[in-house]
């Protein structure tokens, strides 16, 4: 089991800007000239890109792959929900928000080897287990999503020192 205090930084994403990232990953994904015929969303994290990405690449076709990693900021043991039967990936986009240590890319792309594997944000480890993504951010920042939080104030940094 991961160690939750491994994340010393905090990136909070507004609603906004996941849907920016989102786009910016749109245009990357169509500026490289394949075309897909459906999206694969890793749930959760990835519904709602993969929605905006669908309605951006005009893809109508949308399935999930359901797998549980995390729990209350600590990535736990994985738990595959639902995975994808007759399908080995040819056409297919996988979308999902996250890319951390590759523990679940590793997985999904067993289960669709031939796929595109997309997300918006990924950390060093878990960058080889993908084939696009927007962001980078460092391996000790947790990705704060809009669904995870809500609008408060904050302390300045210099007074959150420990």
Same mark, same amino acid.
């Given at each position: ?28 994904? =169509? $500026? ?5 015929? *459906?999206?694969?969303?890793? %749930? @959760?994290?990835? #519904?709602?890109?993969a929605a905006i ?41 996988? =979308? $999902? ?5 590759? *523990?679940?890319?590793?997985? %999904? @792309?067993?289960? #669709? ?50």
């Amino acid at each position: 089991m991961a160690d939750k205090n491994r994340y010393r930084r905090t990136y909070p994403v507004s609603w906004d800007q996941l849907h920016r990232d989102s786009r910016a990953l749109a245009w990357r994904l =169509i $500026d490289s000239g394949r075309s897909w015929d *459906k999206i694969i969303a890793v %749930v @959760r994290g990835g #519904l709602v890109p993969a929605a905006i990405i669908a309605r951006e690449l005009d893809i109508h076709y949308v399935d999930t792959i359901c797998v549980s990693s995390y729990t209350l900021r600590q990535q736990g043991e994985l738990k595959i929900i639902k995975s994808i039967e007759g399908i080995n990936g040819e056409n297919a986009l996988i =979308i $999902d928000d996250l890319v951390d240590t590759g *523990k679940t890319a590793r997985i %999904v @792309r067993q289960m #669709l080897p031939d796929a595109h594997f997309a997300t918006v944000y990924a950390k060093p480890d878990g960058k080889p287990y993908v084939d696009t993504y927007i962001t980078e951010v460092s391996q000790d920042t947790w990705i704060l999503f809009p669904w995870d939080s809500e609008i408060q104030f904050v302390e300045p940094l210099i007074q959150q020192k420990p």
